[in-house]
């Protein structure tokens, strides 16, 4: 009992360290100026504007209207200081929604609030990853390395911690 304790303990920490260091990279790519030389201290606003005309930028500036009470809307022109604004009709308005509701909910209009979201969603993603892999064997190798890919994977991290922050695959995963 104590030898299967001590596994899933490792499991866990393995799970966490990778997940933290995953995390922290992004972070830190981020925060070089990378994209557009933005860090993660821009508003969601400068985000929006310098991602348009990708997806992640829509996403980004309708997620703005929802937080500032406006809701499922798109600005005319994001970088005129007096925007019409129409309905956001041409994608699935869930991804803004979500986002703007949880800068709403923090009170923040920075992207760190937005990171913190898709570490959590990669998370909760892979937490389903390694209890799905558990249904199917309880060998801790197997464990340990599906803990370790739910954390270290570059492609999704490139994805997921990039200019991409806002996209509906980080909402999807939740």
Known sequence: MRSKTRNYLLIALVFILTHA?????????????FFAGLTLDANIREWAQA?????????????KN????????????????????????????????????????TNSQSMKTVFGFAIVAQIIAGI?????????TKNPWALGITAF???FNPPLQ??????????SEVVIMV
Request: proline fraction near 7%.
């Open 21 to 33: 260091i995953t995390a922290y990279q992004g972070a830190a790519k981020l925060n070089s100026g």
């Open 51 to 63: 991602a348009i005309p990708g997806d992640a930028g829509y996403y980004a500036a309708v997620a």
């Open 66 to 105: 929802v937080a500032d009470g406006r809701g499922l809307v798109i600005d005319s022109d994001i970088k005129s200081p007096n925007p019409t604004y129409t309905p956001f009709a041409f994608w699935a308005p869930g991804t803004p929604w979500v986002i703007g509701n949880i800068l709403d909910l």
């Open 128 to 136: 389903f990853v390694l209890l799905t892999v558990a249904l199917f």
């Open 149 to 151: 890919f739910t954390g």
């Open 158 to 167: 490139e994805f997921y911690y990039s200019a991409y922050l806002c996209s």
